[in-house]
Antibody, heavy 116, light 109 residues
Framework: EVQLVESGGGLVQPGGSLRLSCAAS????????MSWVRQAPGKGLEWVSL???????YYTESVKGRFTISRDNSKNTVYFQMNSLRTEDTAVYYC??????????WGQGTLVTVSS | QSALTQPRSVSGSPGQSVTISCSGT?????????VSWYQQHPGKAPKLMIY???KRPSGVPDRFSGSKSGNTASLTISGLQAEDEADYYC?????????FGGGTKLTVL
């Protein structure tokens, strides 16, 4: 059974850092492209980052230079290092497999709150 | 990086059909056949309803269908049921990035 379990969210002050984890089971993350998608409270979905099977990574403009997506193949886990956090980064962060494909699968999300 | 344009809300009575549009550009919707549609109920993760413009994942009722013409994709839901009431988002590959629509709230009257 395919499962994605996000963790690492929480309350952080502006300028702070958090690392999100996305533990996968039922498939191999390194054979798929994985994304992070966020949803601010009461707002729509926003694609944030993507890592392909070849290791190439892509980001939405607003997080370039601040956020880093990576994976640990031995742990079958995808990570999202978020630095220099801003209040506008407050959102539920979803980990998703194949976000624009037919075998798309999403985790339940983890809430990140950036506030002083 | 503009979001795809969707109507903020649509509504229909049980048994009727509704269509939700998703307008983009040649750089996203019009340039690739990687348009997906997601359904999201409150407090839940999005669920894939349509991928590759018009394909349905297993388990999704054939009441849901997708199409594309030029830079605009559409999701049609026929035979509306109460459980279809949700937010719907279109999603498109856009060459090394992904873009979502702003979302459409479907109300079943």
């Amino acid at each position: 059974e395919v499962q994605l379990v996000e963790s690492g969210g929480g309350l952080v002050q502006p300028g702070g850092s958090l690392r999100l984890s996305c533990a996968a089971s039922g498939f191999t993350v390194s054979n798929n492209y994985m994304s992070w998608v966020r949803q601010a409270p009461g707002k729509g979905l926003e694609w944030v980052s993507l890592i392909y099977s070849d290791g190439s990574t892509y980001y939405t403009e607003s997080v370039k230079g601040r956020f880093t997506i990576s994976r640990d193949n031995s742990k079958n886990t995808v990570y999202f290092q978020m630095n220099s956090l801003r209040t506008e980064d407050t959102a539920v962060y979803y980990c998703a497999r194949a976000v624009y494909g037919g075998d798309s699968y999403w985790g339940q999300g983890t809430l990140v709150t950036v506030s002083s | 990086q503009s979001a795809l344009t969707q109507p903020r809300s649509v509504s229909g009575s049980p048994g009727q059909s509704v269509t939700i549009s998703c307008s983009g550009t040649i750089s996203d919707v019009g340039g690739y056949n990687y348009v997906s549609w997601y359904q999201q109920h409150p407090g839940k993760a999005p669920k894939l309803m349509i991928y590759a413009v018009s394909k349905r994942p297993s388990g999704v009722p054939d009441r849901f269908s997708g199409s594309k013409s030029g830079n605009t994709a559409s999701l049609t839901i026929s035979g509306l049921q109460a459980e279809d009431e949700a937010d719907y988002y279109c999603c498109s590959y856009a060459g090394s990035r992904v873009v979502f629509g702003g979302g459409t709230k479907l109300t079943v009257l």
